[in-house]
């Protein structure tokens, strides 16, 4: 899996539901990052992005940004990478008052937008929701959603309790099948 694909997917929402199979699949949001801060007095933010590289964000032309309950489109006018950080110009937002308005605001993107993943890799979004079962065909729960630490990612499974189960492919996950919405592992249920 690529960092870039490595982006945070939304956590919550009514089109967070398992959606595999059907054609919503590309019509949900995909969380990259959130608004952080503000720079200047023009109406700039820091981002807080997922993608990697950090300033990756900045390549979507148009952004969903989630405030309060409410989802806005919006439109990313410059963006570049500050230090540690990402700088953003959106569209009507001209002054530091407004920018402040959209602190810690999500920032996602149609899944529909992202491109296409490379030849064995796969976005961390598409896994979330899918069935995780055992080689053995036990049911271990659904995927809610997965964490990078250092050495390799991790699966947080819930099924009828929470597992964290390694995601490496070959060793630990054996298949991978987005169609029928499964990834089947070589894992010890008991675990």
């Known amino acids: 899996m690529s960092a870039e694909q490595r982006q945070r997917p939304e956590r919550s929402g009514s089109d967070r539901a398992n959606r595999h199979g059907d054609d919503a699949q590309e019509d949900r949001r995909v ?10 007095v023009k109406g700039w933010v820091k ?14 032309p148009e952004w969903q940004v989630k405030r ?14 500050h230090g540690k950080t990402v700088v953003v ?12 308005a959209l602190h810690d605001a999500e920032v996602a993107v149609w899944r529909s937008e ?10 961390w979004t598409d896994l979330e929701g899918l069935a995780v079962r055992t080689i053995d065909g036990v049911d271990l729960g659904r995927i809610s959603h997965l964490v990078e630490t250092g050495s390799n990612d991790v699966m947080v499974v819930k099924g009828e309790r929470q597992r964290l189960v390694p995601f490496i492919r070959e060793q630990v996950v054996t298949r991978i099948d987005l169609d029928e919405g ?5 894992w010890d249920p008991e675990f």
Not at 68 to 81: D, N, T, Y
Not at 114 to 123: D, R, V
Not at 182 to 186: A, G, Q, S
């Open 31 to 40: 969380v990259l990052g959130r608004i952080s801060g503000l720079y200047g």
């Open 47 to 60: 981002v807080f992005s997922h993608t990697q590289p950090r300033e990756g964000i900045t390549r979507y």
């Open 68 to 81: 309060g309950k409410e989802w806005l489109a919006m439109k990313v006018e410059s963006g570049r990478r």
């Open 89 to 100: 110009k959106l569209a009507g937002i001209g002054d530091r008052d407004a920018a402040a």
């Open 114 to 123: 992202l491109p296409p993943a490379k030849e064995g890799e796969i976005y």
């Open 182 to 186: 499964i990834v089947e592992v070589d």
